[in-house]
């Protein structure tokens, strides 16, 4: 730095800038001069707990006092006509880069002795003055400031003297000698602004600080109140179970998969896996982890991205009660909740709600229920990887669910046992060894295990109760629902339906192959899918399909394969294959050469023939080449439903063959002509009153259309009887005299076009229980109107009951998660009940009285007539069954629908076959007696009687029919079809009436009105 040629005053106008209120604000004047002799004045800082002073510009000595005093913001003095000295907040003078950056210092500074101190602030200047080399410093020790405020000052020491808290300063001036600063602190505008920024910052920081009790006093009081945690167990969501009436699961009707386990059975070492995992301090912070925040802060910032939460496991609980969107007052309000939590229940409460209610993916929610679905095992059965990789799917269940990378689970799993091992919960063995185990999991659920068993019983149960008590409650209320379904009966009807619509509908005839598979390459992958599908085939089950793929073909026999295994089909089990045809609607056809049904790449259906109609010559289904049926999945479906009329409990229900491809249930929501089924529904009205009687004559000839009308109904075979009684047209089913009967019982009612309609009858049906739309027209004579099937049991079980009507009842009981009762539909004989609850049901039900609907006059009459019609009509198949039976079978027009409704003493059934879509006609010569009736008769013989092994329902005793005779009626013996007095060789029959109804044939002959 040039020297000055005289002096020159110089005033320093600030000593800092307005960087705090502590800020030193000091002026000075100082007096600089040129190189002669004479003094040189510089100025050194404060707030040090030391000063070092550089010689930048000679090798002359220079002495420096500092006198040091608490400045907490300086950090800079600026002088004028000089450079400036940079102070750190805390720092010496010289005491880091902020300062003088230590570039120009030596490396082992000299420090003045006390002495030599002292005898500078007794103004002894001489004494304390030391040389220091070129690039050395001076090192002073900390002096407190009283030590200069009293003491004289010489001449050669100058004291600049600040007003009060201002520090003093006091230097020291070599003679001879200038001082330069080497490292200049003043960095301009953007220095000043971001030290300006830096001071708001900070400031902000204080105030926000000193505000947080009242940001949270205002939070709390916005923030809800604690929930009840021991609560958890009654307000929880868990799955609603429906059973069978002996108690097994058909589903589970549940959003959340949930069981619900005390913390008493949850295994410690579990335990510790979710607090290795999630917060290693739960049982030592109150709800908030502040450490853990910043640690996780301090770990994500590292990372890059977010590898840890700093939520506690009370956050997340807190959280649970909380909206779900992510606002900076839901965080507040999840803050005072975890705190309230924590202040209101003890530590294992809070982990036992938090492990019960936590997602691990795959629709389940609690450990207990996540055990059960990744591993089919008990909480108590898991091994240590198997809790640790429960552990760790808390974070991410998706991400990290073994389902869907089992590589990836299997690493977050080893990430939890190293937690647990650096939070000491296992040791280091144990660590390997949990390490080297390998995962196994539990295979995929049937997703709808209702598809099994009872699939339209459990889905009616489900829409009933959604209907009674709305979806969300259902699903969450966690019941035990015992439906009224017999699960053997309910196979043993499953097995009679697919029976009887498989045989009508290879009758029907061959719709060709599923597909046709042309090149080697698809054959080839078709036959890997139903390896994969069906696994290693060492024996082939009996009535189960297969699909095949079909290598060669001669006229006598098919070869195929189903994977890997060879199988033959002969001609004999192939010849219903004829040609099916929408237009011709001949059925039972067949063919002689398999070349024409089969050709090399078709995709086939086989089954193992039935054992009865297997011959020795096919031997078994464990050759190496079996002999397989050719098959096919029916088009036509079927329906079997039986009813205890007796207690309303519906025992079995086949809504149709294939629950995967229709969910439609049959047989409550189809709405089907009934054909001749409806018959003994106005036939009943006829009998209810004195005007009808079982012996009345009716006329069985053709009929005679009104003008202009072009329906022209027949007797299903074409027959004209002439002269026939009520009772023989209902037994045999004739059309023509039970559309007369219609005309005098239903009350013809002339309508603008002056046709009939029949009012009363529309009125009868009604009181029966049909809700259906009913057309009171002549075609209603032949079951024209469609009823649900459901309804149409309901009405023949009322002529069963003896004219009183019990509605069906498809549930049973109805528990909640406690086993208190919400609903009870059990009757007192309920064999599955426990004897004081049948006493219980036997109070309940005393004074309940079921509805009567007819007169049981009526009602036994109506029966009578049914079980004639088994003994003598067209349902005469049904007496292969081992109980007295009555019913009544149907073909709707144009053979598109085939009933039979039938009825014990105990159970009320209906057989339906038909096609959904009206595509074809059933077949030209099918009836009911052919599809139907076979179908119910099956299932009847072997359901009833109590051989049926695993049904208690099947052991029911089942009396005669009719029950029991009425007062108020009379019987006489009467010609079976003309109804006059008994002949010698001709078939005769027992008939009741009322008393003025009917004149007795040996009384002067039979009574008959009929209509016009």
């Known amino acids: 730095m040039p020297a000055a040629t005289a002096r ?73 006509g000089a450079r400036a000295v940079g102070f750190g907040p805390t720092a010496s003078l010289v005491s880091d880069a902020s300062v003088f950056a230590g570039d120009a210092l030596a490396p082992k500074p000299q420090r003045l002795s006390p002495s030599a101190i002292q005898s500078a602030s007794r103004g002894d200047c001489a004494a304390s003055r030391a040389r220091c080399p070129r690039g050395d410093s001076l090192e002073l020790p900390y002096m407190h400031r009283e030590s200069f405020s009293a003491r004289p000052m010489s001449s050669c020491c100058r004291a600049l003297r600040g007003r009060s808290p201002a520090p003093r300063i006091l230097a020291m001036v070599a003679a001879r000698t200038r001082v330069v600063v080497v490292n200049p602190a003043d960095g301009g505008f953007i220095y000043w602004l971001l030290k300006f920024y830096l001071f708001g910052a900070i400031t902000l920081g204080l105030l926000a600080l000193a505000s947080l009790p009242a940001i949270y006093i205002a939070v709390a009081a916005r923030a809800p109140e604690a929930p009840d945690l021991a609560r958890y167990a009654d307000q929880a969501g868990l799955p609603s179970r429906i059973s069978t009436a002996d108690g097994m699961v058909l589903t589970e009707l549940a959003k959340e998969q949930r069981q619900l386990v005390s913390i008493r059975h949850i295994p410690r070492l579990l335990i510790k896996a979710f ?13 908030v982890d502040v450490r853990g925040i910043i640690r996780a802060a301090w770990a994500n910032l590292r990372a890059g991205a977010v590898r840890q939460g700093g939520s506690t496991i009370t956050q997340q609980v807190a959280k649970a009660h909380l909206s779900p969107e992510r606002t900076i007052q839901r965080k507040a309000f999840e803050l005072v909740l975890a705190r309230r939590i924590e202040a209101t229940h003890q530590k294992d409460q809070i982990l036992e709600y938090y492990l019960n209610h936590v997602f691990f993916g795959s629709n389940a929610y609690g450990v207990k229920a996540a055990a059960d679905e990744y591993f089919g095992k008990r909480l108590d059965q898991l091994t240590l990887g198997e809790m640790a990789l429960l552990g760790g799917l808390v974070r991410a269940p998706s991400r990290y669910s073994p389902r869907r990378s089992l590589q990836r689970a299997t690493r977050r799993r080893d990430q939890v046992l190293e ?16 390490k080297a185990e390998r995962l196994v999991l539990r295979g995929q659920r049937d997703p709808d295990p209702l598809r099994r068993y009872a699939p339209h019983v459990t889905e009616w149960a489900r829409r009933l109760l959604v209907r009674r008590y709305g979806r969300q409650r259902v699903y969450r209320a966690g019941w035990t629902v015992s439906t009224t379904v017999d699960l053997t009966l309910q196979k043993r009807a499953r097995h009679h339906a697919t029976a009887s ?64 295994r060879t199988i033959e089909i002969p001609l004999a089990l192939a010849t219903w294959a004829h040609r099916y045809s929408r237009t011709n609607a001949k059925n039972k056809l067949t063919v002689g050469s398999m070349t024409k049904v089969l050709t090399p790449g078709d995709l086939i259906w086989v089954v193992s023939p039935k054992t009865w109609m297997r011959r020795k010559s096919w031997g078994s289904t464990t050759d190496r080449e079996p002999i397989m049926a050719l098959d096919q999945r029916p088009r036509v479906e079927g329906v079997l439903y039986t009813y205890d009329h007796q207690s309303g409990y519906v025992l079995a229900m086949i809504g149709g063959l294939d629950y995967d491809r229709s969910t439609f249930n049959r047989a409550v929501q189809a709405c089907r002509q009934p054909g001749s089924t409806y018959k003994p529904i106005y036939y009943s009205l006829a009998l209810n009153d004195d005007k009808h009687s079982m012996g009345m004559i009716l006329q069985d000839r053709p009929y005679q259309p009104e003008p202009g009308e072009a329906w022209n109904p027949k007797n299903v075979h074409g027959t004209l009887d002439g002269k026939v009684t009520m009772h023989f047209s ?39 229980g049909f809700t259906t739309r009913i057309h009171p027209d002549k075609a209603l004579a032949l079951g024209a109107s469609c009823v649900h099937t459901d309804e149409l049991t309901r009405a023949f079980a009322t002529f069963a009951r003896g004219g009183t009507q019990r509605d069906p009842i498809y549930i049973r009981q109805i528990r909640d998660r406690h086993g208190r009762l919400v609903e009870d539909h059990t009757i007192p004989q309920d064999p599955l009940l426990s004897e004081d609850d049948r006493l219980d049901r036997l109070w309940a039900t005393s004074k309940r009285k079921d509805k009567r609907v007819i007169d049981e006059r009526t009602a036994f009459l109506m029966t009578k007539l049914l079980r004639d019609s088994v003994l003598y009509g067209i349902s005469a198949r049904c007496q292969i069954v081992p109980v007295p039976t009555g019913g009544k079978g149907g073909t709707s027009s144009r053979t598109m629908d085939l009933w039979f409704v039938g009825f014990t003493s105990q159970w009320a059934t209906t057989a339906w076959v038909g096609d959904d879509s009206y595509r074809r006609m059933l077949g030209e010569k099918e009836a009911s007696y052919t599809a139907a009736i076979p179908m119910w008769a099956n299932f009847m013989r072997e359901v009833v009687g109590g051989t049926l092994r695993g049904s208690k329902a099947s052991g029911r005793p089942h009396g005669e029919l009719p029950m029991q005779r009425p007062k108020g009626l009379r019987s006489t013996v009467i010609d079976f079809q003309t109804g006059g007095a008994p002949r010698a060789g001709q078939r005769t029959v027992r008939i009741f009436y009322r008393p003025g109804s009917y004149t007795p044939p040996e009384a002067g002959g039979a009574k008959a009105k009929p209509g016009p």
Request: proline share 6%; charged share 25%.
């Open 501 to 564: 619509v498989e045989a009508l509908d290879k009758r029907q005839g061959w719709r060709g192959p599923v597909g046709r598979l042309r090149t080697r390459k698809q054959r080839k992958r078709a036959l890997k899918r139903i390896e994969a599908l069906y696994g290693p085939l060492t024996t082939l089950r009996h009535d189960f399909p297969y699909l095949a793929v079909v290598d060669r073909v001669t006229p006598s026999r098919a070869k195929a394969r189903i994977g890997k």
């Open 275 to 287: 607090l290795a995992a999630e917060d290693r301090a739960f049982y030592r912070h109150g709800g």
């Open 730 to 768: 209902l037994v045999k089913s004739l059309n023509l005299p039970s559309i007369q009967l219609l005309h005098s019982a239903g009350g013809c009612v002339r309508d603008k076009r002056r046709r009939c309609r029949y009012p009363k009858a529309a009125a009868w049906a009604r009181r029966l």
């Open 419 to 434: 937690a647990m091992h650096a939070a000491g919960f296992i040791d280091a063995s144990t660590l390997a060894k949990a």
């Open 8 to 80: 020159r005053p110089l005033s320093i106008s600030m000593l800092a800038r307005s960087i705090s209120p502590l800020s030193i604000l000091a002026k000075a004047s100082l007096t600089t001069g040129s190189r002669s002799p004479g003094p040189t004045s510089f100025l050194i800082g404060v707030n040090s707990t030391s000063a070092r002073v550089a010689n930048a510009r000679s090798r002359a000595a220079a002495t420096a006092l500092v006198c040091p005093f608490p400045m907490p913001s300086a950090k800079n003095v600026a002088f004028s």
